[in-house]
């Protein structure tokens, strides 16, 4: 699953955490693992992540 760069701003930082999440869901699929379980630390995770520059969608330094 790959976002569709004609509708998401790769510059905002809610696509970049939704494609971690998403793929950490497919994930714990993958290992039949419930999607629930530590859902809300995934989400902070990503979104610190986000914030400290260690993960975007856009090039470096190029994050809103």
Known sequence: MKP???YV???QRSPAVNVLIAYDLA???ERQAD???GLAEMY???EI????GDYS???KGKLA
């Open 9 to 11: 701003d790769p510059a």
């Open 57 to 59: 969608l856009a090039p």
């Open 4 to 6: 569709d760069m004609d």
């Open 44 to 46: 902070r995770f990503a």
């Open 35 to 37: 999607p629930y379980e």
């Open 27 to 29: 994930k714990r699929a």
């Open 49 to 52: 992540a986000c914030v400290k």
